[in-house]
């Protein structure tokens, strides 16, 4: 199964400065084109609340990559027979469709069609209506707010048939300030949705095992129309037969002022070890021109050097227990990898 539900049920919402209402809902019809940038991008996961500054400026994108999302009706989507009661959708163009519906009091979901890649077909996850739909968040939904919901229904796809799906979701608006796109772009007033879902498809098939999908997803918004996302960052982690795997994908609306071409991302080859670390950790596979750093999952740079050799000895003795980015760049290209320090 492809790792596309990267954007399954969370890109939503539209912002109005204080609080996510059904006035500022995406506008029907408005379409809006994201610019792919690094994966490597950090999350900022820890940098909540009010008067807080996002800054992905430096982040570079990837030449020829970008993604359309727009807002349509259910019936002029490919996949919207399966969502009778959904009365809008947002489209992102090859790659994901969500259905919803809205009230003055809520925002709801009935589900996702994907493309599952070879393995599955289009793979169309339909919660079973009611309770049993997703809850994303009750209006006005205002700066700290946040609530959990349970849903389940099938996830119907084109070879394996329909598979029974359940999960939860939990959702917060966890930050407002400042957010910096590039080196010509700061938007002020900017609001942050978090979304963390967690769904288990059961495959019927001996021996195959479940398939459990965990999301974690960060979308910024600004209080003008059309109300579409101007920044999505999102993890996804698709679990199967106990081996995860893990992809990001980060989208701008504005122009990032970088690019990497698609083979020079992660083009340099280093190992991280022993991962986790505890006193100190070695970077090997090195060529002597590099720029390491490592950066916390705030964002914030809390050692860097330059190499010399073929490998650097670090010491992190004094790093908090936590998870880091390790950041080795050189001649315009830059790979990270995770490390994790006890």
């Known amino acids: 199964m492809k790792l596309n539900l990267l954007l399954a049920t969370s890109l939503i919402t539209g912002a109005a400065f204080g609080q996510f209402t059904q006035s500022n809902e995406p506008v029907m019809g408005s379409s809006v084109t994201m610019y792919v940038l690094d994966s490597n991008a950090v999350d900022y996961a820890a940098v909540t609340g009010t008067g807080v500054t ?10 020829g990559e970008t993604k359309v999302v727009s807002v349509a009706l259910p019936s002029a989507t490919t996949n919207g027979s399966d969502y009778p009661s959904s009365t809008w959708a947002i489209d992102i163009a090859g790659f994901m469709t969500s259905y919803y519906t809205s009230s003055a009091s809520s ?37 700290t707010n946040n609530l959990t919901d349970a849903f389940s229904g099938n996830a119907n796809t084109d070879n394996f048939g329909s598979l029974a799906t359940s999960g939860n979701i939990d959702t917060k608006f966890d930050g ?10 700061t938007l002020s007033n900017v609001s942050r949705f978090k979304l963390h879902d967690q769904a288990t498809a059961v495959i019927p098939i001996p021996g195959f095992g479940n398939v ?76 002597g021109n590099e720029t390491i750093a490592i950066v ?47």
């Open 107 to 143: 925002r709801i979901s009935q589900g996702y069609a994907f493309d599952g890649g070879s393995g599955a077909g289009t793979v169309r996850v339909v919660f079973s209506g009611g309770a049993n739909d997703a809850l994303i968040m009750n209006y006005p939904y205002a700066i």
């Open 296 to 342: 916390d999952m705030a964002g914030r740079t809390v050692l860097t050097t330059q190499n010399n050799g073929t490998s650097q000895t670090l010491n992190v003795s004094d790093f908090q227990a936590g998870i880091y980015n390790v950041v080795v760049s050189a001649n315009g290209i830059k790979s990270t990898k995770k490390l994790t320090i006890n």
């Open 54 to 63: 996002w800054d992905y400026s430096t982040t570079p994108g990837i030449a």
């Open 212 to 287: 459990v999908m965990e999301r974690t997803q960060y979308e910024y918004y600004t209080m003008t129309s059309p109300y579409l996302p101007v920044l999505v960052h999102s993890t996804l982690v698709i679990t199967l037969a106990g081996t995860p795997t893990t992809q990001h994908i980060v989208m701008s609306s504005m122009a990032p002022d970088e690019y990497l071409n698609v083979a020079e991302n992660n083009k340099i080859a280093f190992e991280v070890y022993p991962n986790p670390a505890n006193e100190s950790v070695v970077i090997s596979g090195l060529t």
């Open 176 to 185: 407002q300030g400042t957010l910096k796109l590039n080196a010509a772009t």
